[in-house]
């Protein structure tokens, strides 16, 4: 054998050991993997490339001895480690051990490291002294400070997602060929110990309320053969009794369109599902509430046409079945009455401008089967909210106004029939004193006839005649008191009583006891008095009738064309009050309008005559004049005056 | 006027003055008057055997002059009424009227048509009473007769012969002939045709 191949040989030896050293250095450098030898009679550390980084040096950077490691090796750990290291050694156990390491930069790794007092190929050569402790010794150390980190993250969000699934009362479970699995929180929702595993499906479904056990064994049966998911709310009795609501999902798994078993969570939603049963109850009663009080709740924004809220009755109060679902905000303002629309829009308009509160008190809406209701609709703007959002009441008020409709026909009635009352009762007055005036005038024609005819005699019987004569003048006297009674009757038999009157208040008064009847023909009182009109010595009552009187008088005059009726007052220079009141009806009858003060004269067919007559006479009582002018363009002025007395004179 | 001088008129009227007024009007013309203020006080009184006629306030205190006029001739009282009213109005007068009223006036009237009305009331009284007089005589007459006579007379005045009626009665007709004799001399009938209008008078019902 030559030389050079010998040299050739060994360098190509040497060439393969340079390799698999340089593929060791390589693959202890690609999995953080070190080795070391420590020679204890020496006290040398040979370390490998690797350990040298993995402790944070560069290769070989400098000789290491015992004293450096044992230096670096964390505080909190070294003692540990190093007792460890020294019982495993003595035990002949082979000391392997995770530690903390802090590099000259300052950062900590984590280690774990096997040491072995075998590292030649026999393993008995292990120099040991005298107590049996190897005098040389091999060991390895690989950094696993990212699988630790892992771990830990690990380990931190599986106690995340327990804490997670305690905190949220949710349990997750999984099922396939390798098993049954539940998490802990599902056995604490289920009341069940861990330690007795996964239930199987029998004694899950037991747990199941019996109500809803059938269909959760229908739902697991399909789970299982059609290797469907589900969702479902079910109700489950712990072992102690308790009663709680869960709602279960499950997922089936597929991986590479193959089907792997199921994972699913559970959920206690018990006090969810109590509370949405009350809310539920509540909105109920609220419903309910509304539907009896016939009002409606809503929530919109005008503005943008977005509704929030609207309660069934708000829809039913709209001629709307709310079972229909939503309906634009549009449809809702069509159902008002085309009358009543364009003040509903102006009121709202005005409303959201102003972002202002409203209350539409009254307007029509119109079903589709013809029935008009009457509602009352009420909106808060909302002050935090956007412009136009509203939310308020709406309310039926058809009954309130069929009601106040009913009172004021009863309320016309009442009037109508004081009217007539009065009418009738003048009447009869007119009747009664006709006829006891004509007794004694028809009484005196006759015997002014007899008369005649007893002087007709021959001769003439003059004793009779003079008897007749007496008659007639007995019956003329008679005739002359029936005149004064009725005189008397309408002074009700007394003087005026005179007092401080305010002829103001008077017609304040007399404008509201009258407003019916100028309502109902469509005519319109405006008083103009004289701002400085004084108070008048009067008899109130007997002022206020010839207020009645004239007024009465001229919404007569005025009730088939409705009008104006203006009173005005001004004084004379003389110091005299005139009042006048003025119609704009049908005018006085043509002639000689003193005679309308006459009594018993009437132009209507259904007047008394009366009523000038009294207030003539009434006036005149108080010193005044009554008189009536014809106005220029259309109806009748009725003007009196009184003696502008003042308190002064009282 | 004379005729009826012993004429009565009745007169009731609640208003004195003019119960005296139309009383003295009454008289002035030669009637008597008698005048009441109260229909019961009218009927308190005898008042037969003379025309009379009544002027009736229609407007009396306790009961209506259409009331007393119905009241009357319920009683059977025939008597012809004027009724005089202050206010009379068209349906009053016409159910007056109706009643069988001889003339409604309004008051104040004048008194010629007051005097008009008694005038003609009081004849139609005259002729009344003396037709109740007549009758009341006839039927003295038909009382007088015996039963066969006032069956034959019954059979006589519908028109049967004397052969009819002996065979209707069952008797000869020589006995008819004596009845019938008989009847016409009661009667103090002149002729058949006077025996009816008799019959027609005492309103003898047919025979069947």
């Known amino acids: 054998m030559a030389n050079d191949d010998v040299q050739k040989t060994l360098a190509d030896l040497s060439r393969d050991l340079q390799e698999s050293k340089a593929r060791l250095e390589e693959a202890q450098r690609v999995a953080h993997f070190g080795h070391w030898e420590w020679d204890l009679e020496t006290d040398v550390v040979v370390w490998s490339d690797e350990t040298y980084r993995i402790f944070g040096f560069s290769p070989q950077e400098r000789p290491m001895d015992l004293a450096t490691v044992r230096a670096m090796v964390h505080a909190e750990d070294r003692e540990r480690l190093y007792q460890g290291v020294d019982e495993d050694l003595l035990a002949g156990v082979r000391p392997a051990a995770e530690f903390r390491i802090v590099r000259p930069s300052g950062e900590v790794r984590t280690v774990y490291s096997l040491t072995s007092d075998r590292w030649s190929s026999s393993p008995g050569d292990a120099k040991r002294d005298a107590s049996g402790r190897p005098y040389k010794l091999f060991g390895t150390i690989q950094d696993i400070t990212e699988r630790k980190r892992t771990e830990e993250a690990l380990k931190q969000s599986y106690f995340y997602l327990s804490e997670g699934q305690r905190l949220g009362h949710m349990g997750s479970w999984a099922f396939n060929d390798s098993g049954h699995y539940w998490s802990e929180e599902l056995y604490r929702i289920y009341g069940l110990d861990p330690k007795n595993g996964a239930p199987t499906v029998e004694q899950y479904l037991a747990l199941i309320h019996p109500q809803d056990r059938a269909s959760m064994a229908e739902t697991i049966k399909r789970m299982q053969e059609e290797q469907r998911g589900f969702d479902q709310i079910e109700r489950i009795i712990r072992p102690d009794g308790q009663l709680r609501y869960v709602r279960a999902v499950a997922v089936p798994v597929v991986e590479q369109a193959v089907f792997k078993g199921f994972v699913g969570t559970t959920m206690d939603i018990t006090e969810h599902q109590l509370l949405t049963e009350e809310l539920r109850r509540e909105r109920a009663y609220l419903s309910e509430a509304q539907s009896l009080t016939h009002i409606g709740s809503w929530a919109t924004n005008f503005y943008t046409k977005r509704v929030f809220h609207l309660s069934d009755e708000t829809f039913r109060l709209h001629g709307f079945d709310p079972r229909n679902g939503p309906i634009p905000l549009e449809r809702f303002f069509d159902t008002i009455h085309p009358e009543d629309r364009p003040a509903v829009s102006a009121a709202l308009e005005n409303a959201i401008h102003a972002r202002a509160d409203y209350d539409i008190r009254e307007f029509r809406v119109c079903y589709p089967e013809g029935t008009i209701r009457f509602l009352r609709t009420i909106g808060h703007h909302n002050r935090s909210g956007e412009l136009g959002e509203y939310v308020g009441i709406t309310m039926d008020v058809t009954e309130r106004k069929q009601a106040e409709q009913e009172r004021e026909k009863l309320r016309q009635l009442e009037a109508d029939l004081a009217h007539i009352n009065r009418v009738n009762m003048m009447g009869e007055l007119a009747a009664t004193l006709a006829h006891e005036i004509k007794q004694p005038i028809a009484a005196s024609i006759t015997s002014a006839n007899a008369c005649l005819r007893w002087l007709a005699h021959d001769p003439p019987d003059l004793d009779r005649a003079r008897a007749a004569a007496v008659r007639i003048e007995q019956d003329g006297n008679r005739a002359a008191d029936v005149i004064d009674r009725l005189r008397s009757f309408y002074k009700k038999g007394t003087p005026p009583e005179p007092g401080i009157v305010d002829l103001k208040e008077i017609i304040r008064e007399m404008t509201a006891l009258l407003r019916k009847e100028t309502v109902r023909h469509s005519i319109k009182i405006r008083s103009d008095l004289n701002e400085d009109m004084p108070n008048v010595l009067a008899d109130r009552v007997q002022l206020q009738q010839v207020f009645m009187n004239l007024m009465l008088n001229a919404i007569e005059a005025m009730k088939d064309t409705g009008g104006k009726l203006t009173i005005t007052s001004r004084r004379t220079p003389s110091g005299q009050l005139i009042v006048s009141i003025e119609d704009t009806g049908v005018g006085l009858p043509a002639g000689d309008t003193e005679r309308i003060f006459d009594a018993f004269h009437s132009t209507k067919p259904q007047g008394t005559g009366m009523g000038l007559a009294i207030t003539r006479s009434i006036v005149e009582a108080h010193g005044g004049r009554v008189w009536a002018t014809a106005n220029q363009e259309a109806g009748a002025t009725f003007h009196f005056t009184l003696p502008a007395r003042t308190e002064a004179d009282a | ?208």
């Open chain 2, 1 to 208: 006027m004379k005729s009826t001088a012993v004429s009565t008129v009745f007169i009731i009227d609640d208003d004195r003055g003019m119960r005296q007024a139309i009383h003295d009007l009454v008289e002035s013309v030669g009637l008597r008057a008698e005048s009441f203020a109260t229909g019961e006080e009218f009927l308190g009184t005898k008042h037969i055997g003379r025309p009379s006629c009544l002027v009736l306030d229609v407007r009396l205190p306790q009961m209506s002059g259409l009331d007393f006029q119905r009241r009357l001739a319920e009683g059977g009282l025939r008597i012809p009424i004027i009724f005089v009213t202050a206010h009379g109005d068209i349906p009053m007068s016409v159910k007056a009227l109706k009643s069988g009223a001889v003339e409604f006036l309004t008051k104040p009237f004048r008194d010629q048509d007051l005097l008009d009305a008694i005038q003609q009331a009081l004849e139609w009284d005259g002729i009344a009473q003396k037709e109740q007089a007549e009758v009341a005589d006839l039927q003295k007459r038909h009382q007088a007769l015996t039963l066969r006579e006032r069956e034959v007379m019954t059979l006589v005045v519908s028109g049967m012969l004397n052969k009819q009626i002996a065979s209707e009665i069952g008797a000869s007709e020589a006995t008819v002939k004596v009845h019938r004799g008989n009847v016409m001399h009661k009667m103090q009938a002149s002729s058949v045709v006077d025996l009816v209008r008799m019959a027609d008078k005492l309103k003898l019902s047919p025979v069947k």
